[in-house]
């Protein structure tokens, strides 16, 4: 990873935190199931907390996801029916899923010149998502309406003004090449993302890098929600409800004419008839063997992925423990 000095987007005199009022999360529970302990390793987490690897890699295909357009304030997401939903991971930042908009809150270091200039302007990537972050940000707050919207569900830090943010906004956006969008992160070149089509793009193991890229991205897609096997049916399979409806319309329907005079005695009639019945007690069968073997599947790949972490956790702490120890004799 390059390091340079960049310089901060963030005027000196116009910082809305100051330095020493930021107070970082004593731990940090990565995807990974790590841990990150922001008062001995601050660059970890820095790089955690901005993180949208993810969405780089996916970015050549993430026009099926989304549009290359800023995201539409937050006041036009609540008239589109949309939830806020707070997510602390920068790469679920914008991903909108049927009435759920998710939204991580602003970082307050990002609002200090000072912790601009002796942490994030000594790495270009850090740097770009850094500055994604806040552009994403002018695109959400762009009317008071927006702004008492981020104060109430808690995306901006207390303590400034409406016009200290309009004020602060437009100072580090003369800042940004908006045109180009260079030195911005790649995700940010993109608005909103449709979830669905995100969870598509994950599933296909040739389109992540191999070590970004597991049979859980299968199983989860671009974001693990319900643990539920009733959820997953009701989301994967809530289409065969629709289907089993029309099926029973049309055997209903056939049911009538073959009870007619008309169409009870025609041969046709009648062979289409056994045909349709046939082809729908074999997609019933077929349904409910698809999803019997899927859920055998789940099953399996749950209870042997449980196991299979249970030990590789022991281990690791083991061995953490026996260097320990070996350190102390």
């Known amino acids: 990873m390059a390091h340079c000095h960049l310089t901060p987007p963030v005027p000196s005199d116009q910082s809305l935190v100051e330095l020493p009022a930021i107070t970082h999360p004593p731990i940090i529970r990565t995807a990974v199931a790590n841990v990150i302990l922001p008062s001995r390793d601050l660059d970890a987490y820095l790089a955690y907390e901005l993180d949208t690897t993810r969405l780089a890699c996916l970015h050549k295909y993430l026009w099926l996801a989304g549009l290359p357009v800023p995201a539409r304030p937050l006041h036009r997401q609540r008239l589109m029916n949309r939830t806020i939903v707070v997510t602390e991971r920068a790469d679920e930042h914008l991903v909108w899923h049927e ?71 437009s100072s580090f956006l003369h800042t940004l090449d908006l045109s180009t969008l260079s030195g911005i992160a790649p995700r940010y070149q993109y608005g909103e993302l449709r979830l669905s089509r995100l969870d598509m793009l994950t599933r296909w193991p040739f389109l992540l890098p191999s070590h970004l890229w597991s049979p ?93 972490f249970d030990r590789r956790a022991h281990l690791q702490r083991r061995k953490a423990r026996e260097k320990k120890e070996s350190v102390g004799l």
């Open 216 to 308: 859980r991205r299968l199983v989860d897609g671009y974001m693990s929600s319900s643990t539920w096997y009733t959820a997953f049916f009701e989301r994967h399979f809530g289409w065969l409800v629709v289907g089993f409806v029309y099926v029973s319309v049309v055997l209903s329907a056939l049911q009538v004419g073959l009870a007619t005079s008309a169409l009870g005695g025609n041969q046709h009639f009648q062979d289409f008839g056994l045909g349709i019945t046939l082809a729908g007690l074999a997609a019933l069968f077929l349904a409910l063997a698809s999803m019997l073997a899927v859920w055998v599947v789940l099953f399996w790949y749950h209870l042997l992925s449980t196991i299979a």
């Open 99 to 169: 009435h759920r908009f998710f939204v991580k809150p602003m970082p307050a270091f990002l609002l200090c010149h000072s912790f601009w200039e002796k942490h994030l302007c000594s790495d270009r990537s850090l740097h770009a998502s850094a500055c994604g972050m806040l552009l994403s940000y002018a695109w959400l707050v762009a009317y008071p309406s927006d702004f008492a919207i981020a104060t109430k569900e808690g995306l901006l830090p207390p303590g400034f003004s409406w016009q200290q943010w309009t004020t602060f906004a």
